[in-house]
């Protein structure tokens, strides 16, 4: 079955990078009908989207937040990893990655547990 | 990219109906079907209840349906029940080939 998975420090300290990783499984990262996206949600505030990668290995983001986002996948191990640089405070929240899916008129249709960041000193 | 407009809250009885609206632009709901709803209970992962405007993934109940005029999609709730408080949440596929969610609507079953 489709499963993702995030991992990554759950404490990062202001102006440090935060580098986190989603292990898939149930799908693979070259199927060219699938991508996967990052989406965080701060404590009591809604959805954002941040960035998505296509099995092209073609990658979007959040125009708010380009410049400090970056993301990769290695196919052959199933990570899809998402670096956020010049962390701050209200970078705080849950970070969950997420299936994309052509057969699910490009939706986030599964979605990992979330892995919970708190950006202090 | 701002975020799509949803009400903060909405509520009902149980056995009636509501609908949730979600407003965006021509440059996302207004040019693509790509309008996908979610539900999220507390200290939840979000789930997928409606993509592509009305459909329904498997196992979904029946009772959720999604529509879309114009720049507004909507997701209705019929026969609701204590276990549909939650937060919904729309997104839409955008013409920048990014994705945007709406600010999130808090569901309360009276």
């Known amino acids: 079955q489709v499963t993702l998975k995030e991992s990554g420090p759950v404490l990062v300290k202001p102006t440090e990078t935060l580098t986190l990783t989603c292990t898939v499984s149930?799908?693979?990262?070259?199927?060219?009908?699938?991508?996967v996206s990052w989406i965080r949600q701060p404590p009591g505030k809604a959805l954002e989207w941040l960035a998505h990668i296509f099995s092209s290995d073609e990658k979007s983001y959040n125009t708010s937040l380009k410049k400090r986002l970056t993301i990769s996948k290695d196919t052959s191990r199933g990570l899809v990893v998402l670096s956020m640089t010049n962390l701050d405070p209200v970078d705080t929240g849950t970070y969950f990655c997420?299936?994309?899916?052509?057969?699910?008129?490009?939706?986030?249709?599964?979605w990992g547990q979330g892995s919970l960041v708190t950006v202090s000193s | 990219q701002s975020a799509l407009t949803q009400p903060a809250s909405v509520s009902g009885s149980p056995g009636q109906s509501i609908t949730i609206s979600c407003t965006g632009t021509?440059?996302?709901?207004?040019?693509?079907?790509?309008v996908s709803w979610y539900q999220q209970h507390p200290g939840k992962a979000p789930k997928l209840i409606i993509d592509d405007v009305t459909n329904r993934p498997s196992g979904v109940s029946n009772r959720f349906s999604g529509s879309k005029s114009g720049n507004t999609a909507s997701l209705t709730i019929s026969g609701l029940q204590a276990e549909d408080e939650a937060d919904y949440y729309c997104s839409s596929y955008t013409i920048s080939s990014t994705w945007v969610f709406g600010g999130g609507t808090k569901l309360t079953v009276l």
């Open positions: 021509n440059s996302d709901i207004g040019i693509y079907n790509h």
């Open positions: 997420a299936r994309v899916s052509y057969f699910s008129g490009w939706s986030f249709d599964f």
């Open positions: 149930g799908f693979s990262l070259s199927n060219n009908r699938m991508g």
